[in-house]
């Protein structure tokens, strides 16, 4: 198993793109039905996040996690944790959801952003598959084969997040890579620890599609969404087309319906201007003021090793600067 961190990127290679509203195409159980696509019906088209990958058979798309199987996209990672921890709740980080409680905080591989900052990048970078079938490793990508994990069925995760109650664990947070390209294991598992009397807690870029995230915010109770930069341009970096405006609305979304708070890594020279964090924060109390927002320090990882730490005077700055429009403005990996 890993030692992953909270809040993570990623990368991939998605061979083609074409934009889908196939929201519908999720039903609530959380399996994928593709869409058709008329360019070239032999593709599947995955309906989960606005990289809308179009699959060939046995093909991964830009996550690493799902792939074209016998018409269907599926969930290579369904199940497969790499990474598994009691964790305090403040770690998430969530400052004002059930303080001073732990909580049952699990990975898996993947993700559909490329974030060179990536604090996860071994199991944010890993692919499924074995070369031979189109997962994508080059670019600093590597095999999933090379993790170790543990392989859990929901029932089963969802016993041991219960075997953990005497120990404070009040639940499962999804996290360390990005939880919803594992949509299908994180509803599942989601829909059986909510009957179980456990609660749910996802850490996430927020970079899908609004339909699946509508039909899994029923069985959310919390969650901490990255809002990575107020600009396009530096989403542009990530490899997320559309990320800023998926990424408002993904928390414009949650916020009606469970508890949210919001997370900006701070990057020396990318995006820490005070007028970028103020228009931040701006639009962020025009959601909601009481959003507790992190400004969190970056600390050189991945691809970014040669820019140094953020200076805490500039978190403390930043914050003073987001404070004039939020209620709660808070420090972190200080
Ligand atoms: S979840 Fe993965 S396969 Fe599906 S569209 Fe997003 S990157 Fe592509």
């Not at 993570?8 to 061979?15: D, E, I, K, S, V």
């Not at 990536?118 to 590597?142: E, F, K, L, P, Y």
């Amino acid at each position: 198993m890993s030692t992953a961190t909270d809040k993570t990127g990623g990368r991939g290679n998605c061979p083609t793109r074409q934009r889908n509203s196939v929201e519908a195409a999720i039903p609530p159980s959380g399996t994928l039905a593709p869409s058709p696509n008329p360019l070239s019906p032999s593709r599947a088209v995955c309906p989960l996040c606005p990289h809308a990958c179009t699959l060939a058979e046995g093909r991964f798309g830009v996550c690493g996690a799902h792939v074209a199987r016998d018409g269907d996209v599926v969930a290579d990672s369904y199940g497969k944790l790499t990474a598994l921890a009691l964790d305090p709740i403040e770690k998430k980080p969530l400052a004002r959801f059930r303080p001073g409680s732990m909580i049952l905080s699990v990975g898996s591989y993947g993700c559909n952003l490329a974030c060179p900052f990536c604090q996860n990048s071994d199991i944010a970078r890993a692919r499924g598959g074995n070369g031979s079938d189109g997962s994508d490793t080059a670019n600093g990508n590597h095999h999933a084969s090379a993790l170790r994990f543990h392989t859990y069925t929901p029932p089963e995760l969802v016993e041991t997040a219960l075997s953990l109650k005497n120990r404070g664990n009040i639940g499962v947070a999804y996290t360390y890579n990005e939880p919803l390209i594992n949509y299908e294991f994180v509803s599942d598992t989601a829909q059986l620890a909510h009957e179980a009397g456990l609660l749910n807690v996802i850490v996430t870029n927020g970079y899908i599609n609004e339909g699946p995230l509508a039909a899994l915010l029923p069985h959310l109770d919390a969650a901490n969404i990255d809002l990575k930069g107020f600009t396009q341009t530096f989403y542009d970096r990530l490899n997320a087309p559309g990320g800023l405006a998926t990424a408002k609305r993904s928390i414009e979304l949650a916020a009606r319906a469970i508890h949210v708070e919001v997370t900006t890594l701070i990057i020396p020279g990318l995006n820490d201007s005070a007028n970028e964090i103020e228009r931040l924060a701006a639009w962020l109390a025009d959601v909601n003021p009481q959003i507790p927002l992190h400004l969190t320090r970056f600390h050189p990882a991945y691809r970014m090793l040669n820019v140094p730490p953020t200076s805490r005077e500039t978190i403390h700055t930043l914050i003073r600067v987001a404070s004039q429009h939020l209620q709660t403005v808070l420090p972190g990996n200080m």
